[in-house]
């Protein structure tokens, strides 16, 4: 069993949801590091359950699917391990999933070329916007702009109207694809991952420009089909998993790598994120460890 990239620190800052191989959501202690059952399901296939994130009624997941013929995303109530809605459209693999900062609404981007923000009162989606292609998105921390990122273009609106972009950027390499996205904590940067494994970072202040490019750690093979990387809270730094442990990136460098840790258990790690309430780094792979700085 190995934990997809897809974590949740808990609200209340006791723990640490994460996605298995076989299916599950387990709950991990920070008090002892013993994990527990939480919720698990027949639903996907061998790369288990897909992208993880708390929504906005308290103590309520959302997840996606990662079966061949469901592409839906669950909402699960947390404490009774229920789900407790559908959310039905997608044609194709989930590729992020966000839950909207200041309302109920969540964002969905898919491989079906297509971005959804959802009610989750009706269940159906507020809108759907045409993608070039497979898609990913983003939201900054407001929740009032909205990052698209789809084929080798690269697209920036207000979130009440994606469909119409302020700004715009093409990649020189036509034939990126890009497999995750995020925002810096100030809203400033985004964070680009791409198949091929490399990181692009773009500051998005007055005008969208290609800031740098990480390439200094390697892709993890077999650990799901995305690498997802992050920001440390303060924003100086970029972090991302390899095949060895974890690669830190000085973000304001063009692409100059400050250090690495291994990890001690000699396997790879797929996916960082910083606990929000705990100074702590949790990262996925074969094994899910908490990091705490010395």
């Not at 708390?54 to 469901?70: F, G, R």
């Not at 302020?166 to 995750?180: I, K, L, R």
């Not at 799901?224 to 924003?235: E, I, M, V």
């Not at 830190?248 to 960082?272: H, L, T, W």
Request: aromatic content about 8%; overall charge neutral.
């Amino acid at each position: 069993m190995f934990h997809t990239a897809s974590i949740a620190p808990t609200e209340q800052g006791a723990g640490t949801i994460a996605t298995t191989s076989d299916n599950q959501l387990l709950f991990y202690s920070l008090t002892d590091g013993n994990a527990s059952t939480m919720h698990a399901t027949v639903e996907g296939d061998s790369e288990g359950i897909g992208h993880l994130t708390w929504a906005s009624q308290p103590n309520h997941l959302l997840y996606s699917a990662n079966s061949l013929y469901d592409f839906s995303i669950r909402l699960l109530d947390a404490s009774s391990s229920r789900i407790v809605t559908n959310f039905r459209g997608h044609t194709g693999r989930v590729t992020s999933l966000i839950q909207h900062p200041k309302d109920d609404t969540f964002i969905t981007a898919s491989e079906d070329g297509s971005v959804r923000a959802w009610d989750p009162r009706s269940g159906t989606p507020v809108y759907s916007v045409p993608a070039r292609g497979p898609a990913v998105a983003a939201l900054d921390k407001t929740g009032s702009v909205v990052c698209i990122a789809s084929g080798s273009v690269l697209s920036f609106s207000a979130a009440a109207q994606p469909s119409r972009p302020f700004a715009m950027h093409t990649a020189s390499e036509p034939q990126v694809q890009y497999t995750t996205a995020c925002f810096s904590p100030t809203s400033h940067d985004v964070l680009l991952n791409t198949a091929g494994g490399q990181l692009h970072s773009f500051s998005t202040l007055n005008s969208i420009k290609h800031k740098a490019m990480f390439t200094g750690h390697t892709a993890v093979s077999g650990l799901g089909r995305r690498q997802a990387p992050c920001y440390t809270p303060d924003g100086s730094s970029i972090c991302i998993g390899y095949e060895s442990g974890i690669c830190f990136y000085k973000a304001e460098d063009s692409g100059k790598q400050a250090f690495r840790i291994i990890n001690p258990m000699q396997s790879g790690v797929a996916c960082c994120v910083w606990h929000p309430h705990r100074a702590l780094l949790v990262t996925g792979g074969k094994q899910l460890m908490m990091w705490a700085p010395e």
